[in-house]
């Protein structure tokens, strides 16, 4: 089976990353509380409004991954809590900035988050030392950085000989 890659948001990122993410070897489940907003989505594409998102974390497949770009910080913050319980999930990602990271951080601490999980949190997402907000750039960058930790996770799990570095011959 592929690996999932559970989305949260349809927004303008959001739609931009589906369509970035739906031609590689990926299961692509879009969630937003807005039933609306779930259009011009490409094809191959799951796409559910729930009224609860953070509940789709707790019920997802092993191993998969999650990337959270809702119109609403709280939200974003209640699903990336859940996510980060997640240890088998190859990559959290949220969109946003260093600021938001700084208030997800103090937030995420004060709910009794740990630092360890906490450093598995991307935030912000497809950054890789570049400050663009377009959203079909951020898409880009960002399903690069999730097939890379995807791929990173595989490679882990099915290497016989845990010693042995990635490419080395």
Do not use: C, Q
Request: proline content about 7%; hydrophobic content about 50%.
């Amino acid at each position: 089976a592929l690996p999932n890659v559970f989305m949260f948001g349809a927004g303008h990122v959001g739609r931009a990353l589906a369509k970035a993410l739906v031609a590689l070897p990926l299961t692509i489940h879009v969630i937003d509380t807005r039933p609306d907003e779930l259009h011009d989505l490409p094809a191959g594409v799951e796409a559910r409004a729930v009224p609860m998102p953070e509940a789709v974390v707790r019920s997802a497949p092993a191993g998969s991954a999650y990337v959270i770009l809702t119109h609403d910080h709280a939200l974003d913050f209640m699903i990336a809590a859940e996510a980060l319980k997640r240890t088998d999930a190859p990559y959290v990602g949220m969109v946003g900035s260093k600021t938001k990271r700084a208030k997800f951080a103090s937030w995420y601490r004060a709910e009794g988050g740990t630092e360890e999980a906490l450093r598995r949190l991307v935030l912000p997402i497809g950054a890789f030392g570049l400050v663009d907000k377009r959203p079909e750039v951020i898409a880009a960058l960002a399903a690069a950085e999730i097939m890379v930790h995807i791929g990173r996770r595989e490679a882990s799990v099915t290497a016989p000989d845990t010693n042995t570095t990635l490419g080395a011959a």
